[in-house]
Structures are given as C-alpha cells and as structure tokens.
DNA sequence: TTTATATTTAACCTAAAGGTTAATTAACTA
DNA sequence: TAGTTAATTAACCTTTAGGTTAAATATAAA
C-alpha cells in the first residue's frame, strides 16, 4: 500500500486527469458530461477508472443520484499538496526573482 | 512520450524521491550522502534511478566534480508545480475555512 | 600502473498503470 | 415488464515503474 501524499502526486501525473479536474472547478458535472471531451481518444470505462483514482486519492468526491454519479472537487487533498510544497516555495521564488532580473535586464537595453 | 507536468507530478510521487529532495533543501549534496539514509531499505543503483527520475522531470540539477556528482534543487519545475495549483486554491482554501469554522465551534463547546 | 572510491549501466524480474471490448448492474420510463 | 440510459465490472493486453545483482566506467591516489 502506499502513502496518502504519494497517491495524490499520483493522480495528478496524467493529463486526462488534470483535464478531468480542470472541468470539475467549473462546478460539478456527472460521469458522461465529463467524459463527452474525452470519447474520442478513449472508452467510457477508461474514464471511469481515473475518476476512481481521483476519489481515491482524494482529489473527487462521487456522491449518487438517480443513475447519475455527479463528481465534484475535493479541496482537502489539493490543500495537503499544497502544504507539501510551501517548503520549497523559497526555491521556486528565488529561481522567478532570477528571471525577473534577467528580464528587467533585457528590457532596459535599448 | 509523455509532458513536463505529468512527468514533474510522477517524480513526486513517490516517498523515497521526496526524501531526497527534502535532503536537498537542506543544500546541495553528491549521490553517496543522498543515498546513505537508505541504504538500509534498497540499493544504491536504486537511488541512482531515483534520482534520474527526478533529473529528467526538471527538479533536480546533477553537476560534475571529479568523481563526484553534486546535485542540487531547481526552483523552475517546482514553480510549474505550484503555478498548476493555483487555480485550486479557492478550492483549498474555501475547504480550511470549513474547517476553520469547525474547530472555532468545537473550541467554544464547554 | 594498480588500487580505491563514486557512480552508472546492463540484464533481469514482478507488479501496477492505462488502455481495450464485452458483459453486468442500477435506475428511470413507456 | 420491456426497453433505455448511466455507469461499472470483468477479463484481458502491453508498457512502464521500481527494485535486484553483477559488471562497467570515471577519477583520484599510492
């Protein structure tokens, strides 16, 4: 089995599930609605097994209705992935100050 | 082949790479010291690869010193990270208001 | 030039990831 | 009850991930 954090990473190593989040930040959307983008590069079933990774990591939450399964996000894992990167926010913010003095650099030759 | 961002979150995912870069936060290190707290649990060709894994995604930097092979972190493939998670912060935040709400009525009960 | 230290590469193994098609289940509707 | 729509499960396949041990390479030092 493995850790909670390194499922989230998980899940969010593939475009098809960043695409699926990206569509859930608009508001909540069943399993069809969210699979209509998809059904030309895969089968519904395939879908289905990345929303199950979703909710298994944490990042979805499928509730029930009718036969629908309406899905939406789970700001819980987003913000344990968030925690986890604040320790490294002085190196990604010192390498931006870099770029920012090298821009300022090459604008200002004229 | 796969993209940048899919390749940065699969490095992440795994406990032993994110001990190795919670090590490199601390500064730069060469492959030996790295590898040392582990050497218990699996082999230094294993690290080796762990530590390719995290090359290729962009956040790490390998230089050369005689027979040595510094690493160090790069702050660019972290901020891609982050700039990702940046649209779901109101997702996050609003779920750490919930429960921000939460612990101030459990705190007053008494 | 031999030896020691640091690291990588090669060849291999097993399990899991991501996809498929076909069959099944669940709930509504006529 | 039969049919339709929504979604999942089962059985399968191929590729990749993460580990191993043994051998190779790179550099320094004796």
Redesign the interface.
């Known amino acids: 089995m493995e850790?909670k954090?390194?499922?989230?990473?998980?899940a969010?190593?593939?475009?098809t599930r960043?695409a699926l989040?990206?569509q859930l930040?608009q508001g909540e959307a069943n399993v069809s609605d969210l699979a209509k983008p998809f059904l030309n590069d895969m089968s519904l079933p395939a879908i289905t097994k990345h929303l199950k990774v979703l909710e298994k990591a944490g990042l979805i939450t499928k509730t029930r209705e009718a036969q629908w399964r309406p899905c939406k996000?789970?700001?819980?894992a987003?913000?344990e992935?968030?925690d986890?990167?604040e320790?490294?926010?002085i190196?990604?913010?010192?390498?931006?100050d870099r770029l920012e003095a090298y821009l300022k650099t090459v604008t200002s030759e004229k």
Do not use: H, I
């Open positions: 850790d954090l390194s499922q989230t990473f998980a969010l190593a593939d475009p960043r989040l990206a930040s996000l789970n700001g819980e987003f913000k992935v968030a986890w990167m320790q490294y926010r190196f990604w913010e010192e390498s931006f």
